[in-house]
């Protein structure tokens, strides 16, 4: 019912003042627009060239490949390259960075968002919060549903004439469901229009049904990042349509405010929150009298008018020496017209020949000679610890002299001039010995009195005295390393008895450690049924081969010289008697 629309433009303010914001103030909209760009400083301006005179390219800004063959001389950071045009000319420094030309008038694509050549998708590799952002001049096109809360003293009835008032609430809630259509020229402002219908009923005896509808247009101010708070406000109309037992039709003028979230999921989607405060005419009331409703929902929308990134140009010049690629002999390598290919150099060394001291030999700063090698063992003196003593391995040294070739050198051997007998025992002194008769008397020999329990590792009381006997020998002779082997007969699975001799030869090892012997010393190994020293089937022959053996080990250098045990030196008579005949 409307009495006096002319003091509800008063419901015009919020979107009144979002459009004034927008108006008047569209500089501190457009800093907003785009990520700040560097600075550019205009180029000093040159002297026009003479007619017919073409004009220079401008001079590159980046350094050529690491590969590109440098100056005369080694290139270095203050090189500077000039360029000239007529009369004036202008220097940058190699290396140096050239200002970032002024955007044009036409769209481009934020930076970090580009195109996968391989793929042809657009990638967003910004930050979390700036990926998917809003852009400028976007539309935004959605559908949303949620629920609408309708005031008691609404003005939506048409009153008949000669009735008392036709006027009844509405439920108190109901869904509500539109679409909307939005298009943003700057980044943090835009317009929307909506239209929303709220399928309802009315409070009455007859529960008579009623169809309210909206359509509004609203100004939009929003911050520009993938989670977009907004405000926004703007006038429309509220209308309603019921049968004559209900409110009938009926049309009213109603402004709106509110605020959002807005999530953009991908580049074209982008989920949204809104709660609206709308402000219409209040029943039977003179205006200025308002009353309130209220909408809040939730909705999909489908980002469009997003700018596709360019293709990155292709490198016409790889090696950045004037030469294209096309024509370019040398494409990788930084060289002169009109092939593109470097200055000769002959030895390789990347001094031309023209300043190079040694041209025919590949040499090194400063003057492109070889480093010296006083030796000449192919290791320069800078790496040589014996630049005098020519070896041609790292560190440049000649092995150490060991006279017997026993691999102990000279002053680590106690007898330089006779091999060393690698039998196990004090192998390390460069001395020929033997082994000692206590160590023989168990080497590769199976060990009587050492036994277990059935299918176990367990060792059976009454074999102590053995082991012991084996941890004096060890303990009286050091150097002495052993293997302890494991053995079983054939009774029962190849995999069981594997297992069992090697965990009988573990317990062995166990109690010698446990005795004083170090662990280093001994190594373990189970051979099953593999090794019998009886192949009979016999009780007898497998009681022999289920055995512990004891092994010397020998570490005898890869090409090392041995003396026999009969080369080993008898011992010195002793002296005679003092007073004797």
Same mark, same amino acid.
């Not at 219409?280 to 990134?309: D, E, M, N, W, Y």
């Not at 102990?408 to 001395?431: L, T, V």
């Not at 109690?511 to 090794?531: A, C, M, N, Q, W």
């Given at each position: 019912?409307?009495?006096?629309?002319?003091?509800?433009?008063?419901?015009?303010?919020?979107?009144? #003042?979002?459009?004034? $914001?927008?108006?008047?103030?569209?500089? @501190?909209?457009? /800093?907003?627009?785009? !990520?700040?760009?560097?600075?550019?400083?205009?180029?000093?301006?040159?002297?026009?060239?003479?007619?017919?005179?073409?004009?220079?390219?401008?001079?590159?800004?980046?350094?050529?490949?690491?590969?590109?063959?440098?100056?005369?001389?080694?290139?270095?950071?203050?090189?500077?390259?000039?360029?000239? $045009?007529?009369?004036?000319?202008?220097?940058?420094?190699?290396? @140096?960075?050239?200002? *970032?030309?002024?955007?044009?008038?036409?769209?481009?694509?934020?930076?970090?968002?580009?195109?996968?050549?391989?793929?042809?998708?657009?990638?967003?590799?910004?930050?979390?919060?700036?990926?998917?952002?809003?852009?400028?001049?976007?539309?935004?096109?959605?559908?949303?549903?949620?629920?609408?809360?309708?005031?008691?003293?609404? %003005?939506?009835?048409?009153?008949?004439?000669?009735?008392?008032?036709?006027?009844? /609430?509405?439920?108190?809630?109901?869904?509500?469901?539109?679409?909307?259509?939005?298009?943003?020229?700057?980044?943090?402002?835009?317009?929307?229009?909506?239209?929303?219908?709220?399928?309802?009923?009315?409070?009455?005896?007859?529960?008579?049904?009623?169809?309210?509808?909206?359509?509004?247009?609203?100004? #939009?101010?929003?911050?520009?990042?993938?989670?977009?708070?907004? +405000? +926004?406000?703007?006038?429309?109309?509220?209308?309603?349509?019921?049968?004559?037992?209900?409110?009938?039709?009926?049309?009213?003028? /109603?402004? =709106?405010?509110?605020?959002?979230?807005?999530?953009?999921?991908?580049?074209?989607?982008?989920?949204?929150?809104?709660?609206? =405060?709308?402000?219409?005419?209040?029943?039977?009331?003179? @205006?200025?009298?308002?009353?309130? =409703?209220?909408?809040?929902?939730?909705?999909?929308?489908?980002?469009?008018?997003?700018?596709?990134?360019?293709?990155?140009?292709?490198?016409?010049?790889?090696?950045?020496?004037?030469?294209?690629?096309?024509?370019? *002999?040398?494409?990788?390598?930084?060289? %002169?017209?009109?092939?593109?290919?470097?200055?000769?150099?002959?030895?390789?060394?990347?001094?031309?020949?023209?300043?190079?001291?040694?041209?025919?030999?590949?040499?090194?700063?400063?003057?492109?000679?070889?480093?010296?090698?006083? &030796?000449?063992?192919?290791?320069?003196?800078?790496?040589?610890?014996?630049?005098?003593?020519?070896?041609?391995?790292?560190?440049?040294?000649?092995?150490?002299?060991?006279?017997?070739?026993?691999?102990?050198?000279?002053?680590?051997?106690?007898?330089?001039?006779?091999?060393?007998?690698?039998?196990?025992?004090?192998? $390390?002194?460069?001395?020929?010995? *033997?082994?000692?008769?206590?160590?023989?008397?168990?080497?590769?020999?199976?060990?009587?009195?050492?036994?277990?329990?059935?299918?176990?590792? *367990?060792?059976?009381?009454?074999?102590?005295?053995? +082991?012991?006997?084996?941890?004096?020998?060890?303990?009286?002779?050091?150097?002495?390393?052993?293997?302890?082997?494991?053995?079983?007969?054939?009774?029962?699975?190849?995999?069981?008895?594997?297992?069992?001799?090697?965990?009988?030869?573990?317990?062995?090892?166990?109690? +010698?450690?446990? =005795?004083?012997?170090?662990?280093?010393?001994?190594?373990?190994?189970?051979?099953?049924?593999?090794?019998?020293?009886?192949?009979?089937?016999?009780?007898?022959?497998?009681?022999?081969?289920?055995?512990?053996?004891?092994? #010397?080990?020998?570490?005898? !250098?890869?090409?090392?010289?041995?003396? &026999?045990?009969? %080369?080993?030196? $008898?011992?010195?008579?002793?002296? !005679?008697?003092?007073?004797?005949?």
């Amino acid at each position: 019912m409307t009495l006096n629309s002319k003091p509800r433009t008063a419901a015009l303010i919020p979107a009144g #003042v979002l459009l004034f $914001a927008a108006a008047t103030s569209p500089e @501190a909209f457009a /800093a907003a627009q785009e !990520p700040a760009a560097p600075k550019t400083e205009a180029a000093p301006a040159t002297e026009a060239a003479p007619a017919g005179e073409a004009s220079a390219p401008p001079a590159e800004a980046s350094a050529p490949p690491a590969e590109a063959t440098p100056a005369p001389t080694p290139a270095s950071a203050g090189t500077q390259a000039s360029a000239s $045009a007529g009369g004036g000319k202008a220097e940058v420094k190699a290396g @140096a960075s050239v200002p *970032k030309a002024r955007k044009s008038g036409r769209r481009e694509a934020p930076d970090g968002v580009i195109l996968d050549e391989k793929t042809g998708k657009v990638k967003d590799t910004r930050k979390w919060i700036h990926r998917y952002s809003p852009e400028r001049h976007l539309f935004e096109l959605g559908i949303f549903g949620g629920l609408n809360l309708p005031p008691d003293d609404h %003005d939506l009835y048409k009153p008949v004439p000669g009735r008392p008032d036709e006027h009844k /609430a509405l439920w108190r809630l109901g869904p509500a469901v539109g679409a909307r259509l939005g298009y943003f020229p700057l980044r943090i402002f835009g317009i929307e229009a909506e239209f929303s219908a709220v399928p309802t009923f009315v409070r009455n005896v007859h529960n008579s049904p009623a169809f309210v509808y909206g359509l509004r247009g609203s100004a #939009v101010l929003q911050l520009p990042y993938r989670v977009t708070p907004f +405000l +926004l406000g703007g006038y429309g109309m509220l209308g309603i349509s019921s049968p004559g037992n209900g409110l009938g039709s009926d049309v009213d003028p /109603a402004g =709106h405010w509110g605020g959002g979230l807005k999530i953009f999921i991908s580049r074209m989607a982008a989920f949204r929150i809104d709660a609206r =405060h709308i402000v219409s005419a209040k029943a039977a009331k003179p @205006a200025p009298a308002f009353t309130s =409703h209220a909408q809040v929902t939730v909705g999909f929308s489908l980002v469009l008018g997003r700018v596709r990134p360019q293709p990155a140009p292709k490198d016409l010049d790889w090696d950045k020496d004037g030469v294209q690629n096309d024509v370019d *002999k040398c494409p990788k390598l930084a060289g %002169d017209p009109p092939d593109g290919c470097p200055s000769i150099d002959s030895d390789n060394d990347t001094f031309l020949d023209k300043v190079d001291k040694c041209p025919f030999e590949a040499g090194v700063a400063p003057d492109g000679c070889p480093p010296p090698d006083t &030796d000449k063992d192919g290791i320069i003196d800078a790496d040589d610890q014996c630049p005098t003593e020519p070896w041609p391995e790292a560190p440049g040294c000649p092995p150490p002299p060991d006279a017997d070739g026993d691999k102990i050198i000279d002053k680590d051997d106690k007898c330089p001039m006779h091999p060393e007998s690698y039998n196990g025992f004090e192998d $390390a002194d460069g001395c020929p010995d *033997k082994l000692p008769e206590k160590a023989k008397e168990w080497d590769r020999r199976p060990l009587e009195g050492i036994n277990f329990e059935t299918r176990s590792d *367990k060792i059976k009381k009454g074999s102590e005295k053995t +082991l012991d006997v084996a941890v004096g020998v060890l303990k009286e002779f050091p150097s002495l390393k052993i293997e302890i082997q494991g053995h079983t007969d054939d009774v029962g699975g190849r995999e069981f008895n594997l297992d069992l001799s090697q965990r009988r030869a573990d317990s062995v090892k166990r109690y +010698l450690v446990e =005795h004083g012997i170090e662990e280093s010393r001994i190594k373990t190994t189970g051979f099953g049924p593999d090794k019998p020293i009886d192949p009979a089937k016999t009780s007898k022959a497998r009681a022999k081969n289920r055995r512990i053996e004891f092994k #010397v080990l020998i570490d005898r !250098p890869e090409g090392a010289a041995s003396s &026999d045990d009969g %080369d080993a030196p $008898a011992p010195a008579a002793p002296a !005679p008697a003092a007073g004797g005949k």
